[in-house]
């Protein structure tokens, strides 16, 4: 089992097509905890999607919803699950992700140890991105979403280094905890922006740090981010209905 953890903040229609996503799997053997804002008004997606699989909101304000070292230590320390999955809101999972995720992991777990499993992404271009999202009517799952996001797509780069953001990272949690990890990271204010370009990843860099660094897993199917532009975390956003 695995428990996916997803800090939602902005991106909502972004995290639809996740959602959607994730419904189409060939393997359900994973349960989604969406880290959102106690006043975001988009989430009956939770209704509409949850019954193909398991669903655990988890709701913030302001105070803490900033900082992204407050809730990934609130995932880690309440993970049930033999793996935990940081990833973001903006990416898309090919139907056999997690099939194909399973059966690697059975090989490379003793190898992998402590260190953060991390995979290549193929992002597209922002404009092209922010195109998709407004192609679709948000009233249903999108079926087919990773088939869709990969035609509509004209400029890719492929990403075959680990970038510094933490857009996919894979932990094993017993052998976090029998190493003594209980936090994902210790300064919650290190990145109290949030979304800010370079002090925004720095929780990430610091728990692959402490962890040993990074495992690649190169030979898995890529999933697809939907690039969009950054901004810093503003709670007055939540002063009024907004998606993107």
Not at 124 to 129: A, L, Q, R, S, V
Not at 136 to 145: F, L, R, S, T
Not at 174 to 190: C, D, H, S, T
Request: with cysteine.
């Amino acid at each position: 089992m695995i428990d996916i953890c997803v800090l939602v903040y902005e991106f909502q229609k972004r995290f639809w097509w996740m959602l959607s996503s994730l419904r189409e799997q060939t393997n359900q053997n994973f349960i989604i905890h969406p880290s959102v804002h106690k006043q975001d008004t988009f989430y009956d997606m939770n209704i509409k999607i949850k019954n193909n699989f398991k669903v655990d909101m988890r709701e913030y304000n302001e105070a803490n919803f900033g900082l992204r070292g407050f809730v990934r230590n609130y995932d880690l320390a309440n993970c049930t699950s033999e793996w935990l999955l940081y990833t973001d809101a903006d990416v898309v999972f090919p139907k056999d992700f997690f099939e194909k995720l399973e059966a690697k992991l059975k090989v490379i777990k003793n190898d992998v140890g402590c260190k953060v499993i991390s995979i290549p992404r193929l992002t597209m271009d922002i404009d092209i991105g922010n195109h998709l999202v407004d192609s679709v009517e948000y009233n249903n799952p999108i079926e087919d979403a990773y088939l869709l996001a990969n035609k509509v797509s004209t400029k890719w780069s492929f990403r075959g280094r680990i970038s510094g953001a933490g857009y996919f990272q894979l932990v094993n949690i017993p052998l976090l905890k029998a190493a003594g990890v209980e936090r994902y990271v210790n300064n919650i204010k290190q990145d109290s922006s949030l979304m800010g370009k370079r002090e925004g990843c720095s929780s990430d860099i610091a728990f692959r740090t402490k962890l040993g660094g990074v495992y690649p897993v190169n030979d898995l199917p890529p999933i697809i981010h939907i690039n969009h532009y950054r901004k810093k975390f503003n709670p007055d956003m939540f002063k009024e209905p907004l998606c993107r």
